[in-house]
């Protein structure tokens, strides 16, 4: 009977075994044709070509039989490879965690905003709203000086003679110190009209901006409210001068009641500089910006804002200051030893003492369990560690590679070179070829290669060499992430934002108030504190106080 187990428990091994070395048979090829198409590619330089379905970054070399001036040519050619020539070394998984979402799964997050005719007629008609009146105020006043002079009032000047109509246009020394006063007023208007109401609008917000409706509410009441008393004036004057029962209308009137509206519109727009420009300038909360899924956190001070205005304000600082949100690494890679992973199973052959061996390996796959759940913060640990340590080694093997691609670049001044003169694209690609290897290793580990194309670096090495850049400054975007406008994916024309809050938007910040910004898998969570009153007391210190006494002990060094 032993020996009946023992053989049974023989055979139990040898079928996993067998079960092992069957999958291990099946994982072989793949490896084996990797390995052998890496080493075909290695011991494919010497040769005339190499094959096109090579990994991206590797060039074709071509060597030619041909001799220049007895010298030996040697032609590089890029091989064209696609824009997603990164995406094929990576792939995005979901979060394990109950508390997070997964990736994957975006239908919880609101879709963007539409682009299309209604975005459109939202983002320019404030603007073209602000500019036509700004140009019918700013017309006013000479509009009411020019209007007289060409006779646009027929039925007033009907029943005036020729002598008072003369006399009602007549311009003396003080009326002409006028319209020079006014024709200056109306310069600094329009300038100042450009720099606040006319310029373009760096967001499209949801609510409307009340201090700039009020302002431009108070500007259309305004020039109503002139020009009404001005057809007024203008009627019951020269009635009155014709008729003789009244005080008789002059030009000089006319001109001083134009530079009036113009002095009211300088005023309004002091206002409105004040409002809009100035009011926000204080710093009166801090703000903490809280990026997810990764964590990021900047904090800043702000003024005075409505919500909406303080969410533009936040998204201006995002694109500048934060660093690129790479989803990629989110999940480190995996060590082996927790890649290998214990699962074993258990068999009960004669069907004796099942129960009691069932429970017993069920504890015994609890406790490993416990015990590999306790230790995950060191798997974690020395999981980071291990990847610094890779990321620090490809940053030094593609440092020293870019130094010694570019040690065969010069340039040429008056003097002819050895070689052929090149061009700065010419030149990218000739250096190229010998430092793609270390940089496609580098953007594979760091997970950046979503982010740069093959043309990108190509032209970003060209416009280095052009303006002799070192190393260095060539792997400054490889090495610093930041800011985020730095990604080519993110330079868009148009950012669209969903800007969440339980308050109205319109309404000034508070202490305490909390805002969100979403924008696909990335969101912004927004804190407003309140900074404190600082309170600053004299202290005068008595110059007698400043004197010191040594004192000599014998067990002191001193």
Known sequence: MPELLFGMECESVKSVLSDQSLRSQRSRPHSYKNNH???????????????????????????SDD???????????????????????????GNTSEQSGSHEDLSQWMGEPDTGLKFACHRYLGPILTGVLSVIAFFSPLAMVILPKLGFFPSVASTLTLHQRLQLLACGSECKGLLVSMAFKLVLLAAGAWGVFLRRPRATMPRIFLFRAAILGLISVCTFAYWLFYVVQVTEGARASATGEGE?????????????????????????????????????????????????????????????????????????????????LERLPVSKSRKASSS??????????????????????????????????????YEEHEYERRVKKRRARLITAAEEAFTHIKRLHNDAGPGLPMDPTEAAQAVFPSLARALQKYLRLTRQQPQYSIDSILTHLAECLSHDLTPKAFLEPFFVQAPVLQNEKEQKSVQSWSLVCEELLSRPLRQGLTFQLRQSDVSLLCTIKQLPHFNLTEEVVDPKSNKFVLRLNSETSV
């Open 37 to 63: 198409r890496n080493h075909s590619n290695r011991s494919g330089r010497n040769n005339k070509t190499v094959d096109d379905n090579m990994a991206p970054f590797q060039t074709a070399v071509t060597l």
């Open 248 to 328: 008789a209308l002059e030009y000089r009137a006319l001109v001083a009641y134009a530079s009036s509206l113009t002095d009211t519109l300088l005023f309004i727009l002091f206002v409105s500089v004040v409002l809009i420009e100035i009011r926000h300038v204080q710093p009166m909360y801090y703000i903490k910006v809280v990026r997810s899924p990764d964590g990021e956190s900047r904090s800043y001070t702000i003024g005075q804002l409505s919500i909406q205005r303080a969410a533009v304000w936040v998204l201006e600082h995002y694109y500048t200051e934060f660093p690129i949100y790479n989803p990629y």
């Open 67 to 93: 001799m220049r001036d007895g010298q030996e040519v040697i032609e590089v050619q890029i091989l064209p490879q696609d824009d997603n020539w990164g995406e094929n070394t990576t792939a995005v998984t």
């Open 344 to 381: 074993f199973k258990f068999y009960d052959l004669d069907g004796l003492n099942g129960g009691t061996l069932q429970h017993s390996n069920s504890r015994a796959m609890l406790a490993a369990h416990a015990r590999r759940r306790d230790s995950s913060h060191n798997e974690r640990f």
